[in-house]
């Protein structure tokens, strides 16, 4: 996504407002990052790039880094060394304004002090828009998010009052109506029931097949293996492996990786990857084998 100058009213500086780029141009640069809490490396010599297209899952243990790597792409956490480049500009060069037009972030959790309804939520996504042609699309694309997330029937209901799987959608919504080309998602599925998993998942492959790229924190290797192009697993703030998930979704990697005996099949119709976690049988714990 090259950048055009435009002018807009009322502003004293123009803003950089995206292209698009083709697929397959990188869109997130991370280059040797290291983040450090406390003087504490959390991450350390992360190098990954993604590209338009394509949707990367990042997973790992609890601590591995994953969320704190995205908030470094999302510049919510200072970086000590190495670079990130946000369509082919450092982080840093962008303004905040820009950098919104850029990259879409869904956190774990969304807080909000105010009753605003769904609808004024969602909403809130098209700010870095206003003053732009494209504004003039925004109840269009209000109206398009709300029913692609399944939260088109609460548009009028105060968010709070929701259910935190039915806001965990509203704030997906919110972040696939900002139009951003990089989407970063934290753990969209955590407060999911499995249909609505699965919708978040098809969502993000849809707006990967439309030239955005996705970056996704998961928990469930499942959805990772079934739904991302590429996997990026971590440990101890390290990248241990990289790559398609047939690649990266190995019992033996995953076993030593989560401390745990891991095995993985591929599933008998689709091929693609059912990882299950070996566990003895509940009902003979502790009884002495059969003779």
């Known amino acids: 996504m090259s950048s055009l100058p435009l002018r807009l009213l009322g502003r004293r500086t123009p803003v950089r407002v995206p292209r698009t780029r083709p697929a397959g141009t990188p869109l997130i640069e991370i280059d040797q990052v290291r983040v450090e809490l406390g003087r504490r490396a959390v991450l350390d010599e992360i190098d990954l790039v993604v590209h338009t297209g394509e949707v990367v899952a990042l997973v790992g243990p609890n601590g591995a880094g994953k969320s704190t790597l995205l908030a470094a792409v999302c510049g919510d956490v200072p970086v000590a060394t190495g670079t990130i480049r946000i369509d082919a500009t450092p982080q840093a060069a962008w303004t905040p304004t820009e950098l919104a037009l850029r990259r879409a972030v869904l956190t774990q959790r969304s807080v909000l002090s105010f009753p605003f309804t769904v609808a004024e939520v969602v909403r809130m996504g098209r700010a870095p828009w206003a003053g732009l042609p494209a504004a003039d699309s925004d109840d269009e694309i209000v109206d398009e998010c709300l029913q692609a997330t399944d939260v088109a029937q609460f548009a009028s209901r105060t968010f709070t009052s929701l259910s935190g799987g039915e806001q965990a959608r509203a704030a997906l919504a919110r972040v696939l109506a900002q139009r951003a080309a990089a989407l970063l998602l934290d753990e969209p599925t955590a407060a999911l029931d499995l249909h609505h998993q699965e919708l978040v998942l098809r969502i993000a492959r849809q707006r990967a097949a439309a030239g955005d790229a996705v970056v996704v924190v998961l928990h469930d290797l499942g959805l990772a293996g079934a739904y991302a192009d590429r996997i990026a697993l971590l440990s101890a703030g390290r990248l241990r492996a ?50």
């Open 242 to 291: 990289v790559g398609p998930p047939a690649q990266v979704l190995t019992g033996a990697l995953l076993s030593e990786v989560y401390r745990h005996d891991i095995e993985v099949r591929a599933h008998p119709e689709t091929g693609l990857p059912l990882v299950v976690p070996r566990r003895q049988d509940p009902t003979r714990q502790g009884k002495e084998p059969p003779t």
